[in-house]
């Protein structure tokens, strides 16, 4: 199985064309779950009310959970740009999931730009335990700067 992220195409380019939507180290960046019914669209899906089939179950809370420590460094021996968090958990947990939605939380989905998904590659379920999303060392997300 294997476990892919990309970035919504949309929310970075409003991020680099002078309309700043994501302040990563200071705004409120969220994880959200959705089912394998959602089909994520990287070309359209701008902000979070373009997410379906979020998911639902004993330990999750709608909107996902609030990434903590977010960080962005820049890596000048491999030119990347890195953001980084605290792995992404819940508790006391019973559900099925397939993909992991970052976004910055506005309160509103309308106004909550995605920033990237992943996929966990097929459902993953958890039954009265701790689900955790443990990013890569390199971070959540990397932008490569060449």
């Known amino acids: 199985m294997a476990v892919t992220a990309h970035f919504y195409g949309v929310p970075i380019k409003n991020q680099y064309n002078g309309s700043a939507v994501v302040d990563w180290d200071s705004d409120t960046i969220k994880c959200a779950l959705a089912t394998s019914s959602y089909s994520p669209d990287i070309d359209t899906h701008d902000f979070f009310n373009d997410v379906t089939n979020e998911i639902s179950g004993t330990g999750?809370?709608?909107g996902g959970v609030t990434l903590t420590t977010p960080t962005?460094?820049?890596d000048t021996a491999s030119n990347e740009?890195?953001?980084d968090a605290d792995d992404a958990q819940w508790s006391s947990a019973s559900f099925?999931?397939?993909?992991?939605?970052v976004y910055k939380s506005?309160?509103?989905g309308s106004t909550s730009p995605l920033i990237c998904y992943v996929d966990f590659g097929a459902d993953e379920t958890v039954a009265s335990g701790l689900f955790v999303?443990?990013?890569?060392a390199t971070g959540v997300a990397k932008i490569t700067v060449s």
């Open 60 to 62: 999750y809370t709608a």
């Open 72 to 74: 962005v460094t820049y």
């Open 81 to 83: 740009i890195r953001l």
């Open 96 to 101: 099925t999931c397939r993909y992991a939605i």
């Open 106 to 108: 506005t309160g509103t």
């Open 133 to 136: 999303i443990t990013w890569d």
